[in-house]
C-alpha cells in the first residue's frame, strides 16, 4: 500500500544467506545511503515460479534503519546513484 509518506529506496545490494539455504538478502537504500530497508527471500524452485526483483521500492518510513558505518553509507549512495541512473523504479533487475 502505497502513502505519501513512503519512501522510495533502491537496490544496492543483493547477497545469499550464510545461515540459511535458498535465501536471498536483498537491501535497498535511500539516495543518500542513511537509510535502509532489508528484505529476505527464499530463492524460487525450478517450476518456473520466478519473482521478479524491482530496482526500487515505496516504503513506509518506520520500516527503514539506520546506517551507521560511513564507508556502507557512502557505498550505498553511490549503488543507489547507480541505479536511478540506469533504471526504473518499477525495472527487473
Given amino acids: 500500500m502505497d502513502?505519501?509518506?513512503d519512501v522510495r529506496v533502491w537496490l544496492?545490494?543483493?547477497t545469499y544467506s550464510d545461515d540459511e539455504q535458498n535465501l536471498i538478502i536483498l537491501v535497498y537504500a535511500t539516495?543518500?545511503?542513511?537509510?535502509?530497508?532489508?528484505?529476505?527471500?527464499?530463492?524460487?524452485?525450478?517450476t518456473?515460479?520466478?519473482?521478479e526483483t524491482t530496482a526500487a521500492l515505496d516504503v513506509s518510513p518506520d520500516q527503514l534503519g539506520t546506517?551507521?558505518?560511513?564507508?556502507?553509507r557512502e557505498r550505498?549512495?553511490?549503488?543507489?546513484?547507480?541505479m536511478m541512473d540506469e533504471y526504473a523504479p518499477d525495472d527487473a533487475v
Fill in 3 to 5: 502513502t505519501s509518506d
Fill in 12 to 14: 544496492v545490494e543483493r
Fill in 31 to 46: 539516495p543518500d545511503g542513511k537509510r535502509y530497508f532489508r528484505k529476505e527471500r527464499a530463492l524460487t524452485s525450478f
Fill in 48 to 51: 518456473g515460479a520466478a519473482r
Fill in 67 to 72: 546506517v551507521e558505518d560511513e564507508e556502507t
Fill in 76 to 82: 550505498y549512495a553511490t549503488e543507489a546513484s547507480r
